[in-house]
């Protein structure tokens, strides 16, 4: 431990001026200061996700007494990778007399910082102890726990004594969960592509054109699109069938029915399909025909999940004669 600090040789320090005290936290402090909302990673940012850490211990006064420190953070190659990017700039290791040394043991997965002046004056300041850029290896609902441990000499007022080491010690931690964060662009939108009012012939099958598109990162696995009836008052309807030109529709009741869509699309969906529509009824009844579309997985990057649905009316157009109306009337 401390393997820069062979160079340092130790001697009494003299402070004068102000007797501060102390105001340095007992434990570690982890932020990330960007790639992160609310502590969550963006899962459906495209390409490598990079986050910025940093460590601090709060405001440290100079009657703290810290001359250097060193970090140790371990780290899981399968959800981070470190990049070798550790910034001291405008940070308690990175002053005119600092001395710093960084690295990375693959054995153990360990990334090591170490920071101190070269004249062993005292380190103060509230900025952090340093900055370090990670890249996240993350799936949907992956977790990241950032762990570092610091040792400090035994002389800094914070901290725990290590036993035999002569150093003070102080642990935190971070846990960064990765899910779809919310954004506009990221809808999921349902139409009918037809005029608002479809007239529709008695007996005869009319259909209705639709389409399922999202925003782009979307991300879309599987897909639920919902079909409904939505009659008025004083409507009925003797006889009526609803098909799906490609897909077969699922009966949920009379009334609704719903397919599925499995897809892979990391760019935007674009679905195309029709309504297919047979019913009599009379002259003047008529009712909605209602669409909507949610994505089935919440990691499908879809925060507009539920569209407020696209309805359509149809009206009835009576087909039969006179004769055929009095025929149907005498059989009632």
Avoid at 289 to 297: C, I, K, M, Y
């Amino acid at each position: 431990m401390f393997r820069l600090l062979i160079l340092f040789v130790l001697v009494p320090v003299l402070v004068t001026g102000t007797i501060y005290e102390s105001q340095a936290q007992e434990t570690l402090q982890i932020n990330i200061i960007n790639g992160l909302v609310r502590d969550t990673l963006d899962y459906c940012t495209p390409g490598e996700k990079n986050i910025l850490i940093e460590i601090s211990t709060g405001n440290v006064a100079f009657s703290d007494s810290l001359m250097f420190f060193e970090i140790v953070i371990p780290i899981d190659p399968a959800k981070l990778r470190y990049t070798g990017q550790v910034n001291f700039n405008g940070t308690l290791g990175g002053g005119s007399k600092a001395v710093t040394s960084t690295g990375y043991d693959p054995n153990s997965n360990r990334i090591f910082i170490e920071a101190g002046n070269e004249d062993l004056s005292f380190l103060a300041g509230n900025v952090p102890l340093v900055r370090i850029q990670l890249v996240t290896l993350v799936d949907c609902d992956d977790s990241i726990f950032i762990n570092p441990k610091a040792y400090f000499n035994e002389e800094f007022k914070k901290g725990t004594l290590t036993p035999f080491s002569n150093t003070k010690e102080m642990t935190g931690t971070k846990k960064i969960v990765a899910r779809p964060i919310f954004k506009a662009s990221r809808f999921l939108s349902t139409q009918i592509t037809s005029i608002d009012t479809v007239q529709i012939d008695s007996n005869k099958t009319t259909s209705i054109p639709f389409k399922v598109e999202s925003g782009l990162e979307t991300k879309i696995d599987s897909l639920r699109v919902y079909v409904s009836m939505k009659k008025n008052e004083t409507m009925t309807i003797p006889n009526y069938s609803i098909k799906c030109k490609d897909f077969d529709l699922t009966e949920i009741d009379s009334f609704n029915w719903f397919f599925d869509y499995k897809t892979t699309s990391t760019n935007g969906l674009l679905l195309l399909s029709e309504i297919q529509v047979e019913t009599s009824g009379s002259a003047n009844d008529s009712f909605d025909l209602q669409l909507r579309s949610e994505s089935l997985s919440s990691c499908d990057c879809v925060s507009l999940k539920d569209v407020v649905s696209t309805k359509i009316r149809h009206s009835y157009k009576n087909t039969m004669t006179s004769v055929e109306e009095k025929e149907r009337s005498n059989l009632k």
